[in-house]
């Protein structure tokens, strides 16, 4: 269950994301967090709070 949720949390925080490069980053980043986490049977909340800052940051760096 947990494979099939990833991909649609992805696609749902892609979508509407396309205004500002941080908040673009650190949506993508939380659904790739997430779904690095459940595929591999990690903690998937913690895998969203990492991708989202990682990708928080990348944003706000390309976004410069």
Do not use: F, Y
Not at 6 to 17: D, S
Not at 33 to 45: F, R, S
């Amino acid at each position: 269950m947990k494979k099939l949720i990833a991909p649609a949390l992805l696609l749902v925080c892609a979508m509407p994301l396309g205004a500002c490069s941080t908040l673009a980053g650190a949506g993508i980043g939380a659904a790739g967090g997430a779904g690095v986490a459940a595929a591999t049977n990690g903690d998937v909340e913690k895998g969203a709070a990492v991708g989202g800052v990682g990708g928080a940051v990348v944003g706000t760096i390309a976004d410069d």
